[in-house]
């Protein structure tokens, strides 16, 4: 089984006799969040673990970074080091796309500096649809995937 640890807990098991093998796996950081040019958000809208590894596999063919909204971390659909807000990670990415997120005042001041930000909901009253640059009312989903096409192409 892999096991991740931090490198703080990675000391810990070195000194351990009981531990026969370790194998480390280190986690990405949070500074790959800080200093993306071209970051792909996922918010509560996503409704599920496996979705939210799919956008999650969007992000990576369309060359993004992959970040998420407090609900979907607080539900273990990613993980934490992921959340970007208040009590994640601040960036200012080129080009912010935000699929399925309401944009919580908290979940907007991590992603302001952003140069643009592109709201993708199916909600006309969602917070993130008044704060962004460009809206696309529509299913995150069927957007997603034509741009991952297109990105592909």
Do not use: H
Request: glycine share 6%.
């Amino acid at each position: 089984d892999n096991l991740i640890v931090t490198e703080y807990d990675m000391t810990q098991l070195e000194n351990d006799r009981s531990v026969k093998a370790i194998k480390w796996t280190p986690k990405e950081t949070t500074k790959d969040l800080e200093k993306a040019k071209f970051l792909l958000i996922g918010g509560r809208g996503t409704n599920s673990k496996q979705n939210t590894k799919n956008l999650n596999k969007i992000a990576d063919d369309i060359g993004a970074v992959f970040g998420v909204s407090r609900p979907v971390a607080m539900n273990a659909w990613a993980p934490m080091n992921k959340l970007i807000g208040v009590s994640g990670t601040m960036t200012k990415p080129d080009v912010c796309i935000v699929a399925a997120a309401s944009g919580a005042a908290a979940f907007y001041a991590g992603i302001e500096k952003s140069r643009y930000i592109v709201a993708i909901n199916k909600d006309i009253r969602a917070p993130i649809v008044r704060i962004s640059d460009v809206v696309i009312i529509d299913d995150y989903k069927a957007v997603m995937d034509e741009l991952a096409k297109i990105m592909r192409a």
